[in-house]
């Protein structure tokens, strides 16, 4: 299991943040990985032009179960500011991403569902319709 703590600008507590500086868990189906990476590691783009004040959260299962992942991740959602579920059309079927869903939703966490999709193909999760926003592939 890998935790990763990806930090941009200035460290802060564990806890909800203060101020301007923001927590974002970025989650994602398995086999999106690389769309949650090109977004959390592109951020040396954003300190050339500005003072950044995000940090991002994220998880790799490397093939633990969904069980042993559950607490992993609600732990680490309660402690952000918000989630950002990366929408493509593997998203409805993966259970772990619909779950981070879910889990950040029951406990009041912000959401925006940011669909990577080239084409309209898939389904949007239930529960993100109403919080997307669209990538450009243009």
């Not at 994220?58 to 069980?67: E, K, P, Y």
């Not at 990577?116 to 450009?136: D, F, Q």
Request: charge should be neutral; hydrophobic fraction near 40%; charged fraction near 25%.
């Amino acid at each position: 299991m890998i935790v990763h703590n990806v930090v941009i600008g200035e460290q802060t507590s564990e806890q909800v943040s203060d101020g301007g500086h923001k927590i974002i868990y970025v989650g994602c189906a398995e086999s999106d990985f690389r769309y949650r990476d090109m977004l959390v590691y592109g951020r040396h783009r954003w300190e050339l032009y500005s003072k950044p004040t995000i940090e991002f959260r994220t998880f790799d299962r490397q093939g633990m179960a969904l069980i042993q992942c559950k607490p992993i991740i609600d732990d680490a959602i309660k402690r952000v500011d918000g989630v950002m579920s990366i929408v493509s059309s593997q998203t409805a079927r993966d259970p772990l991403a619909l779950w981070e869903i879910d889990c950040a939703i029951s406990n009041g966490i912000s959401i925006v569902g940011v669909d990577v999709r080239r084409k309209s193909e898939g389904a949007i999760p239930r529960r993100l319709v109403g919080k997307m926003t669209r990538y450009g592939w243009e």
